[in-house]
């Protein structure tokens, strides 16, 4: 088991804890453009066991929409937690203190903003990666 990553939203209220985080990549779809009020969402892939809220549990608010995963944020100062995907979350890396992962994937590139220019070395996908 490797040591937590320790995270919060931006007031402070809901803190939470991710062991075991996979990979780090970027998400370009439409939906995390919206949700980040940016270009793209940069997120911590792990086992929905290793996520924990650590403080602020009540705060915590799902957005449900038919037909997509579900989105949780602090109801206090609406900073965007995790999206659950089911056998996967998906943490917001911004929220992330002392976090040590470099991206390793880029998912959804064919969706992105048509100002925005991808770096770096990870892998682009233009929507999800091919099943191994």
Known sequence: MSEPIHGACLCGKVTFEVT??????????????R???SANSMVVVSDPKDLEITSGNELLKRFHEEGFADRYFCANCGSGIYVDGGEKVYVGAGGMKGLNLKPTFHIQVAYKAPWEEIGGSAPQFPEFPPRS
Do not use: K, P, Y
């Not at 075991?20 to 453009?33: D, I, L, S, W």
């Open 20 to 33: 075991n985080a996979e990979v780090m990549g970027a998400c370009h779809c439409t939906r995390c453009q």
């Open 35 to 37: 949700w980040t009020g």
